[in-house]
């Protein structure tokens, strides 16, 4: 079955700094990743669309500026907190679906946990 | 109105029975609807997906689908305490690939 895989599963970072986060689809190609965060209790939000060799698409309130994501090829899509506060301490979870079909299931990474202090 | 709704729980059934987990979405033309489940400090796992109208079984899974009346469910038969979780309904909107969740059910099977 479809694999993606996650790096770093978790992470903590002092406020102020970047983080990255890294998400592979191991046994197939992803042209779309999207990437979610998790609170404590919470559902999924999503966060943002990577799409392979262009600019992200982001959901309304998630700023662009701090949650780069850069999808260079169709096996890699990474999300990078800037400059973290506290209040970016959550679990963000990468997703891809087979680029064959938009109907296909995602599957998603083991996610990242993250703690600014 | 949220976009995918469902009742929080906690859902309590007894080892063996039937638990009925529901789902409401409001996007008509939604297209693809999936069932993941989710333990603590774990990633979602699908579970189901089902795209048309009626049931669809797998294992002790059945999920069920209502677009007239923009409803999902999800029936686990003889339920056993490793099924207790949380339990998302996803639903994405047409040809986009995105996934849309509720906030999630969370079960508890009780020995």
């Known amino acids: 079955g479809a694999v993606v895989s996650q790096h770093p599963s978790r992470v903590i970072c002092k406020s102020g700094t970047s983080v990255k986060i890294e998400c592979r689809s191991l046994d197939f190609q992803a042209t779309t990743m999207f990437w979610y965060r998790q609170f404590p209790k919470k559902s999924l939000m999503l966060m943002a669309t990577?799409?392979?060799?262009?600019?992200?698409?982001?959901e309304q309130g998630v700023e662009k500026d701090k949650f780069l994501i850069n999808h260079a090829s169709l096996t890699l899509s990474t999300l990078t907190v800037t400059s973290a506060h506290p209040e970016d301490s959550s679990f963000y979870i990468c997703?891809?679906?087979?680029?064959?079909?938009?109907?296909?299931?995602?599957?998603f990474g083991n996610g990242t946990r993250l703690t600014v202090t | 109105q949220k976009e995918v709704e469902q009742n929080s729980g906690p859902l309590s059934v007894p080892e063996g029975a039937i638990a009925s987990l529901n789902c409401t979405y409001s996007?008509?033309?939604?297209?693809?609807f999936f069932w993941y489940r989710q333990y603590s400090g774990k990633s979602p796992e699908l579970i189901m997906s089902i795209y048309s109208n009626g049931d669809k079984e797998d294992g002790r899974f059945t999920a069920q689908l209502n677009k007239a009346s923009q409803y999902v469910s999800l029936l686990i038969r003889d339920s056993q305490p490793s099924d207790s979780a949380t339990y998302l309904c996803?639903?994405?909107?047409?040809?986009?690939?995105?996934?849309?969740f509720g906030q999630g059910t969370t079960l508890q099977v009780k020995p």
């Open positions: 996803a639903v994405s909107p047409s040809n986009t690939g995105k996934l849309i």
């Open positions: 996007d008509r033309v939604s297209q693809s």
């Open positions: 990577s799409n392979e060799g262009s600019k992200a698409t982001y």
């Open positions: 997703s891809a679906g087979q680029a064959s079909s938009y109907n296909s299931p995602l599957h």
